[in-house]
């Protein structure tokens, strides 16, 4: 487990220096400025990234081993992982893909596994303003952890916010798309003692949660984020309680607008 | 059971692709003109992230039973020790790499 901890935070520490070392190579002779803008981006982004390389290869690779032990080449795992972009569905696909072949069926479970995005366009709409060419790439490539460092990143004044964004995702991106296929090529060969890796996930969504919480003012949103979720949780048990968690998320921010809006406090 | 064919298999790939789409590609569309969105938007724009990052934290223990086995200890230990370093220390990376560490060796070693 060690080992494999070891090689997950090593490999990207060799290629940050390695790019360091191309781009102070090149940096002197030809650096247009918009080739000076992007690279300051990729240097302030990789380091929010690195906790996702984690579990992002974390979770591809058995994600692929999941696809190749359920008979699928590693096609699927790559493709999916390339165009879907987002874990959870991926895994439920596999169900669907071995099932009855019902497309409506497919369609409907899409809409509610990945109905939370909804939320991180609605929260995007002014931040995403004014990316050119990038805007179309910035929102497919909006997953549950893109959406979460680019909000709460503190992006520095000199770095350029759209390369910023776009760096955070194509990391991101390329992330789960390397892990998956590989899972998908080695299969079964991967024999690591990764027990509890997963967790990095949990504990990269609480320190997201806790920055949030000590950089506004108030915690009525966040208080009811946790209160909801955990009710719904109760009531719909772990498979079903997402729905009903955002639309009753939405229903207590409706109604209680005034007295939000009132106290303020957002970041 | 009958398997589907690659046609059929490529169908319900690509119907899942459109659906994650639409929901990625949906507000941007509605509300893409040159006027401001809605004011009631706006404040959800506002309200909701912080909202959803609790709603992510739960997402991820949605597995953790109460009730049988590890009386989710383990998750609870870290997560306690998660909040304390980045309370003290306030960096990210060390956070979640020490919260990481510390479940890893609860679940492998001690529970």
Not at chain 1, 121 to 150: A, H, N, V
Not at chain 2, 12 to 35: D, E, N, Q, Y
Not at chain 2, 60 to 71: Q, R, Y
Request: aromatic content about 16%; proline content about 4%; glycine content about 8%.
């Amino acid at each position: 487990m060690v080992y494999f901890y070891a090689a997950a935070m090593d490999i990207p520490i060799k290629e940050c220096l390695l790019l360091l070392y191309i781009g102070t190579e090149r940096g002197t002779d030809d650096m247009s400025s918009s080739k000076h803008k992007a690279w300051r981006a990729l240097k302030a982004a990789f380091p929010y990234t690195i906790p996702i390389f984690a579990g992002f290869w974390f979770l591809g690779l058995t994600y692929g081993i999941y696809m190749h032990v359920s008979g699928f080449s590693f096609l699927y795992p790559m493709f999916m992982s390339l165009l879907i972009f987002g874990g959870s569905l991926e895994f439920v696909v596999v169900n669907l893909l071995l099932g009855a072949f019902d497309p409506l069926q497919a369609f409907t479970i899409a809409l509610m596994v990945q109905a939370r995005h909804l939320f991180y366009g609605i929260s995007m709409l002014d931040r995403f303003k004014g990316t050119g060419w990038k805007k179309p790439y910035l929102i497919f490539g909006m997953c549950d952890e893109s959406f979460s460092i680019i909000y709460t990143a503190k992006i520095p004044e000199d770095v350029d916010k759209g390369w910023f964004m776009f760096w955070v995702t194509a990391l991101n991106h390329f992330y789960w798309f390397s892990g998956s296929t590989l899972g998908g090529l080695l299969g079964s060969l991967l024999k690591f003692n990764t027990t509890g890796l997963e967790f990095v996930m949990t504990a990269m969504f609480t320190v997201i949660f806790l920055e949030q919480w000590m950089k506004e003012k108030k915690h009525y949103t966040a208080l009811l984020g946790l209160g909801c979720s955990l009710l719904c949780l109760i009531l719909f048990g772990a498979s079903d309680f997402m729905i009903p968690t955002m639309v009753s998320l939405l229903g207590v921010l409706t109604v209680l607008r005034r007295p939000i809006e009132k106290a303020g406090g957002f970041v | 059971m009958e398997s589907m064919t690659i046609l059929q298999q490529v169908i319900i790939i690509a119907v899942c692709i459109l659906a994650t789409m639409l929901t990625r590609f949906l507000p941007f569309f509605i509300f893409s003109g040159k006027k401001p969105a809605p004011h009631y938007i706006q404040y959800l724009g506002k309200a909701l992230p912080a909202a959803v990052f609790g709603m992510l934290v739960i997402y991820c223990l949605k597995d953790v039973s109460i009730f049988t086995g590890m009386h989710a200890l383990p998750e609870l230990i870290s997560i306690a020790f998660v909040i304390a370093l980045h309370l003290w220390k306030r960096q990210m990376l060390l956070s979640i790499a020490g919260g990481t560490v510390c479940y890893m060796l609860l679940i492998q070693f001690v529970f």
